[in-house]
Nanobody, 124 residues
Framework: QVQLVESGGGLVQAGGSLRLSCTAS????????MGWFRQAPGKEREFVTR????????YYADSVKGRFTISRDNAKNTAYLQMTSLMPEGTAVYYC?????????????????WGQGPQVTVSS
């Protein structure tokens, strides 16, 4: 059974930074495509970023490009999302996602498993 456990959410002022972590179990992490999504109040869940199994291929939503960085440590079965220059519109529940089959798509993950989603609140 795939489990994704996230940490690092919280409250931050506009312009600040946060780093989210996602530790995975129940899958071969080094072969999995990992991603982050978010869901703001009253909105649908949206793609933020994803990284391929080897870490060489990343893709970002235009809204976060240049401010967010996804990375992974396959030795620790952990993916990260470093968020900088956060804005109030970044307030959302942030979900880690994993495709254990390692498939690559442009701005989505295929049949992903989901984490529980920590809350990130950006105050103005």
């Amino acid at each position: 059974q795939v489990q994704l456990v996230e940490s690092g959410g919280g409250l931050v002022q506009a312009g600040g930074s946060l780093r989210l972590s996602c530790t995975a179990s129940g899958l071969t992490f080094s072969r999995s495509t990992m991603g982050w999504f978010r869901q703001a109040p009253g909105k649908e869940r949206e793609f933020v970023t994803r990284i391929t199994w080897g870490g060489r291929n990343t893709y970002y939503a235009d809204s976060v490009k240049g401010r967010f960085t996804i990375s992974r440590d396959n030795a620790k079965n952990t993916a990260y999302l470093q968020m900088t220059s956060l804005m109030p519109e970044g307030t959302a529940v942030y979900y880690c996602a994993a495709d254990p089959n390692g498939r690559v798509a442009t701005a989505r993950l295929l049949d992903p498993n989901w984490g529980q989603g920590p809350q990130v609140t950006v105050s103005s």
